[in-house]
């Protein structure tokens, strides 16, 4: 009797580890986001890049407004 008991305890303990912790749709938004968030990034450090290399440091202001 004892070794059934352990061995649904195993079991349980099995299923709750294999037991997928986040949902599928939580993963591709949180998957989207993070590629959004990248490309903003590299977008702005691509122009503060040119702005350091030409001195056009308007160009660096105007970005955070969206122009």
């Known amino acids: 009797m004892k070794r059934l008991k352990k061995r649904g305890q195993v079991e349980a303990v099995m299923d709750a580890a ?3 912790k986040r949902s599928l749709w939580r993963k591709m ?4 986001l993070a590629l959004v ?3 903003r990034c ?3 450090c691509t ?7 030409t001195q ?3 160009r660096w ?3 955070p407004l969206g122009h």
């Open 37 to 39: 968030w990248r490309k």
């Open 61 to 63: 202001v105007d970005v």
């Open 29 to 32: 938004v949180m998957g989207g």
């Open 42 to 44: 590299r977008a702005g």
């Open 56 to 58: 056009d440091w308007w």
């Open 18 to 20: 294999l037991r997928p």
């Open 47 to 53: 122009v503060t890049m040119n702005a350091w290399q």
